[in-house]
């Protein structure tokens, strides 16, 4: 990590630690939006872009290994995405194959910019918290965005996925394996036993992690069989 990125961070994270900023969601992410693309906007602060990058990619490779383990073949499957933020799952799933897809994000300024870069695609402005999703998927998708859904919130998101899901979809998502304090507004970490209050337990099945990508859940009434 340089120098500058370093200075940018401790200062951003000063800020967020002492004032504790009051978490509008829709208002946080525009704000974040507006000001780039990139993983300043949507990563983890700590790493730079090349160290941003490195940790997607382990994330990334555990999922299509799982996609593969599990016989997904995105070219044939439905994919809507919760929190399509920058792109970079939206694209991993386009080099997959994928024909079919919906990009849900809270962001209009997101949207706009997306729109362009995957015009096939189709985006929405919405919060999955307030909002349904339109129709059925066959996979489900939502990375690093649970923690930045909070209190009741988060579990009426997770009831409006579940409605979207048919006995044999999947729904991928990262998640924490112990309880864990953030310390940020805009942080509410999640462990595998809260997704359980929406979800019964038997359908939930934590996925192998042999790139030593972050933790992540695939939940599916397929895995209760």
Partial sequence: MNLWHKLRWYANLAKDIVVKPTYNPREFWERRHAEGHDFWTVGRRAFDEEGNLAWYKNLAQDLVTEFHADGLDLQHLSVCEIGAGIGYWTRLVQDLGCKRYLGIEIA???VQWLRPQFPSYEFAVADISEKPLPGNWDVIVMMHVD????GENFLS???HIKGAM???SRFFTTYRTEPTPSGLAYVE???QEDFAAVFPPAWIKRVP???DGDAMLSISAAHHR
């Fill in 108 to 110: 209009e300024p997101a």
């Fill in 147 to 150: 923690e930045h859904i909070h």
């Fill in 157 to 159: 998101a997770l009831r």
């Fill in 166 to 168: 048919t006995p044999t």
């Fill in 189 to 191: 970490y999640h462990t």
């Fill in 209 to 211: 992690q042999p790139h």
